[in-house]
């Protein structure tokens, strides 16, 4: 959509004007600059890419397996203009917020992701699960008791377990880094209580294990990732970092 809506601008087209050129209604083209992503499918845009005479390259390999809470998208030098643009346009559009957050802390500038992110829960209630967002924001500020409330807050209004999950997860990190093993391990134990086969609470508690030397735990989780996820390459990579420093082998799990 970003795409479509910035070589529109390039032709210097009028809603009009690029309406009839791709063989759709002006309100169409309204919705698309909009950014109302619900109203648009896949298949749409990638055609409206061809009519325009545009590349498009098809990416499989980065986002897979994750969950929608904790996925990023490519942010590219127009991406925080673009959705600037969004808001101006429909200021109450919460995903735009959402968007420009992520881009924010993507590209480090976590105080205005964390006023983003505070702003789509402020319009939108059914929104709280950005709490986690904004918590990693936060870590990455080292205002860890800001994070921990975020996490705390989300996890007292049960939310569904995936949610939850991932506020443990958080709250780990946040506790990780201030050499809070112990109740790091805690709260990793809890995300995998609600969910058994949760590859990224497996895979983060595995670094914590190989940090403070744990090989053999380390060595489980990480294997358990691989169980769940055979292609992860960070897992596989751990492994072979932690059996060429201990010198263990498959044999001597």
Excluded at 18 to 40: H, K, M, W, Y
Excluded at 213 to 238: C, G, M, P, T
Aim: charged share 25%; hydrophobic share 35%; aromatic share 10%.
């Amino acid at each position: 959509m970003r795409r479509v809506s910035r070589e529109i601008d390039r032709r210097d087209w009028t809603q009009s004007q690029a309406a009839e050129f791709l063989g759709v209604t002006q309100p169409r083209i309204s919705d698309l600059t909009r950014g109302l992503t619900e109203n648009f499918t896949i298949d749409a845009l990638v055609q409206w890419i061809g009519l325009l005479g545009m590349e498009l390259q098809i990416d499989t390999k980065s986002g897979g397996n994750q969950s929608s809470i904790s996925t990023w998208f490519d942010v590219s030098e127009d991406t925080i203009p673009f959705y600037t643009k969004l808001i101006a346009v429909s200021p109450q559009n919460t995903d735009s917020y959402s968007k420009r957050a992520q881009a924010y802390h993507q590209l480090g500038q976590y105080d205005l992701a964390i006023g983003d992110y505070t702003r789509a829960m402020e319009l939108s209630a059914n929104l709280q699960h950005l709490r986690i967002n904004r918590a990693q924001s936060y870590i990455c500020l080292g205002q860890y008791g800001a994070a921990f409330i975020d996490c705390d807050q989300l996890i007292a209004q049960k939310p569904d377990d995936e949610t939850c999950a991932w506020a443990y997860i958080t709250r780990a990190a946040a506790q990780q880094a201030q050499l809070d093993d112990s109740a790091a391990l805690s709260d990793y134990a809890k995300a995998i209580e609600l969910l058994p086969n949760f590859a990224a609470a497996y895979l983060q508690r595995g670094a914590l294990y190989e940090r403070i030397n744990n090989y053999k735990a380390a060595i489980r989780d990480f294997s358990k990732v691989l169980e769940l996820e055979a292609s992860n390459i960070q897992a596989q990579q751990h492994l072979e970092h932690i059996r060429k420093k201990s010198g263990e082998h498959g044999d001597d799990e």
